[in-house]
């Protein structure tokens, strides 16, 4: 499954409660940290683990998207989780 | 419901692992009689259309795919869960009530309190029950779910609701049902394993010993400090709640956005500032339960998936509120978040807590953000909430839901260790604290909080004048008038009265005429200052009447002081006259009262005037000179006026002379008693520590007041009931000095002297009283801890926390006495500035208060209670003593770089340790320092030991640590007692051996040495008479006391018992002479 940047906007826009670009700060886009959560789940590996601490240096929209990517699913011959 | 019959020892595969957490909490589960406490209710909201069976077929199939509630738990052979197998539709437990609508809410409230008050059966489970409340006409309906603490968490809301809504709406097929069983029963197998490996892990082990030094030295938080605070609690708990406003929440989501923070983290922040108003301190850990949840399967998932942790809150209080949260509180959040994989019980186990009671450890106070439910149901939940059951497990939780995108806060507190009215106050500073912040962010942290005034009125809440039905006029004359109107009523009347000589007031009034001329003659004049030193209460009285007639002010000059103590404070005063005997102190002129007394021409002294300052009184200096306070006539006449009429005083009234004059309880004995025409009475020829003498002296004299320090009360009582003398006449019994520690014997005595009063009274020399609590023998209980009680009429009496505000109920403070009781001041300005301060709370610019450095809290009817102080300030046996003082000359030896006195030891057993700080190279020789210190300062404040030390250890934030010090003096006494047994000691008879025994036991030290001074080994006036009693019980005969401090030695003693022996045997020989003359 891959996500493109623009899905991955689409997604946050769901949870978002303002408008956002890469510069804007969680709080500014009205994200909640149960938002970020979820927004994990629906992107990673249903396999994987999310190691929540990389969430703290997580301030902007930008920073939110890598972290997301990062969790991503790997390719089907490579198991694991992703963090 | 199946049983573990597994056999021990073989690896069964329905075992489930159990996380750092939910063993730490099974195991406190355990423990406590109130295991409900961890009952956790949820109520959702429903559609009321739905019908019954929908509802249990929901039910069913949500304990079904949801394989936490089938948990159930043991012990053996390690710590386990296992599933229980799926219930069938209808053998869910589940209460059902239908009430009519009006009676819904009420019925939803109690109908979870039924539910929660039970506790579960774990070991066999089911670990949750249901409840399921209809209103009767289909407006409202809810299914209220309560579970231990063991199968769900906050985040385990969501799981539920949307398992619940899917549930309610039969979207699901029985294949569908078993699928998702299994699927969530293996994902609930690995979230366990990898939480395990989180906190298993080396990463982990490394935080937690990073975190654990970093949590070591933060003192505990004790909302409502108060003596005899239980350290156990029953856990019953109540909850107070507040419901943001629109306009409110919206401020509050702006000023998240705003600071770049989250809800948790301004609400942690708030609630810090808050905790440490109310705590009386400046870092606080509040315990939140953070997601420790890591796999992504566990996010449909109920259980019990976190970890709660210490979030540690610095108050800086002249920090922003802005730089306040967003960056102390968000950075200390983070920092919890960052190491969310550390479990609680292995932080406890690395800070090394013991943990004695059953308390929380580590933290006592809880914040629980209850937002996971974004409230976006789709339909068949309409609203989630978590009721409280009517228990609390830590002293105080904040509990935070989003109802509505509105904040609900509620506050549950532990009733039995903080009461309704302190919760108020918690609730009221929460609600002011939030307010302000989102106000406005730029003002200092200490601005989140107001005064706390009760009633509209300052809470200065005064004791209501005792309505004795005299009020006692004060004249503008001052002292000097009043107390000369009162001898002209009664002329005759005894207003001294010695064994060898009584005063009336006439005589009082011509003495002191004269003896006032005497002093104008000598060139004194209104407002000077002049000493003291008279024997006998005669002289003394007149001369002090005679001092205030001319409008000057008497200085007290005890003559056992050290000459070079004595020196300064006539130097510091500009003392140029002293009444009474030679002292040789530079600078001033002796006169006897004879001299002063002959009539002559010259002027005559005017009446005195309320104008002047009364007396000067020295108390000890941190800086190492002593400060003398000059007190005026306005608080002193105040003083007089409450008395006279709350201690009942009139002609009848005879009130014991105890205290030397230079501590201005003697006041109190003196002056109101002649105000009202009464009789002072001397103690003469009682020693003050001799207690069986000053009995009967009490029962000779028929004394109706008497005042003590508190030191003294108990060996006053003793002394009572080893005479067994009782006391018809006594009316008050006063006491202050230091803390007042009731117990049985002291409410013995009042018990049997039933017209008799204990009155406590507090107020340091720069006010003289200003507080009082009376106890009478009928009360039915009184406090150990005895309170200081409530402010005398005129006297404000402000609590100030560390905030610079009035406290709230329950909230310890800096006691600031204002109103008509602060003196003048002191001698030196500089001083006066430091201590006496404008009374930024009466609204009258130019009053002023007094900062006490005493540590009170107010209770919840006004009463004030003492609870210590932050500084160098202690009592010995009732004396201040300020440990700079004795520092400051101990600094002065040579080869000393520094120098710390601590106090140590309880009650009369309270003494001083010296520990020094050599120059490098340098060895201070101790018994010159010693003898440098007694030349300077009273014997009360020299150290009973000194120690060299190589270091003055340090506290966290730089200070000197004075309780490492303290402790380190106990370990290194203790070392020397049981060093000094092993020493043997010479005496010179049987009576040495026998009395150094009884001194052994009480001193509990061995090895006493024959010739040395016993005040070396802990003798003080209080156990002495312990000892003298026990000599006489021991021996049979009575030694004076007197005659023991000249010499207190063990072979003094010997003499001295044998002499009395001696005496005894002489006069029982000439009694049975007599005897047998006059039979003859």
Known sequence: MLITPTDLDSRIAQYATAEFVDSTLIQEAGLESLSLLRLAVEVADEDAEIDAVGLVDVRTVGDLKVWLISLFPKDADETGAAC | MLKNTTAPGAADPTLLPLTNAQKGLLVVDSRVPTREIYNQIMQFDLDPRLSDDAVDHALAVLVTVQPALRQVFGHLPRMHSRFTPPPETGHVPVERVDVPPEEYAAAAEALARRLGQRPFDLATGPAYRFGYVRATDGSAAAILLCGHHLIGDGVSTGPIIRDLESALTSKLTTEDIETLREARESAFLRELEAQNRASGSPETAEHVKIWAERLRNVPPLVLNPRPGRPEETDFSGARLSWLLGEREASDFQETCKRLSVTPFVLLSAVYGAVLARHGGVSTVLIGSPLSARRTVRSYDLCGFFVNTLPVTVDVDWSRTVDEHIAGTVREAVDYCRGRVSVTLDQLVAGVGQDRTSNRNPLFSCMLAMQDTFDGKSTGAVVGVREPGNGTAKFDLWLGATKVESRWLLELEYDRHLISEAVADALLASLRTALRRTLADGTRPLADLFTDWITDGDLPGTAVEPADAGRPAPVPAGGLAEWIEQAARRTPDAIAVEEPLRNLTYGELLAAAGRTADGLARQGVTPGQVVGLSLDGLCDTVIVMLAILRRGATYLPLDTSLPWERLAHMVDQAGCRLIVGRGLGLPGTRTTGLAELSVPGAGPRAVGGSADSAVYLMFTSGSSGVPKGVVMGHRPLLNLAAWQISAMEHDAATRFLQYAPLGFDVSFQEIIPTLVSGGTVVSREPADRRDFPALIRRIEETRVSHVFLPVAALRPFVQAARRASARFPGLRRVCVSGEQLLVDDEIRRFFADHPECVLVNLYGPTETNAATVHEMRGDDARWPAHAPIGRPLPGVAAYVVDGTGHLAPVGVPGELHLGGVSPADGYLDAERTAAGFLPDRFSGDSASRMYRTGDQVVRD????????????????????????????????????????????????????????????????????????????????????????????????????????????????LITERKTNAATTAVEYASDLERGLAAIWSSILGTDSIARDRSLIDYGAHSLNIFTAFAEIEEEYGTRVPVPEFFRSPTIATLAELVRASLAEDARNARDADDAEGEARA
């Open chain 2, 860 to 971: 919840a009817d006004g009463t004030l209670i003492f609870l210590g102080r932050r500084d160098g300030q202690t009592k010995i046996r009732g004396y201040r003593v300020e440990l700079g003082e004795i520092e400051a000359i101990a600094n002065t030896a040579a080869g000393v770089r520094q120098s710390v006195a601590v106090a140590r030891g309880l009650g009369a057993d309270r003494e001083l340790v010296l520990f020094l700080a050599a120059e490098p190279g340098a060895d201070p020789d101790h018994t010159e320092l010693q003898a440098r210190i007694s030349a300077a300062l009273p014997s009360y404040m020299s150290p009973s030991w000194i120690f060299d030390t190589d270091g003055i250890p340090t506290s966290r934030t730089g200070k000197t640590d004075r309780e490492a010090l303290t402790a380190l003096a106990d370990r």
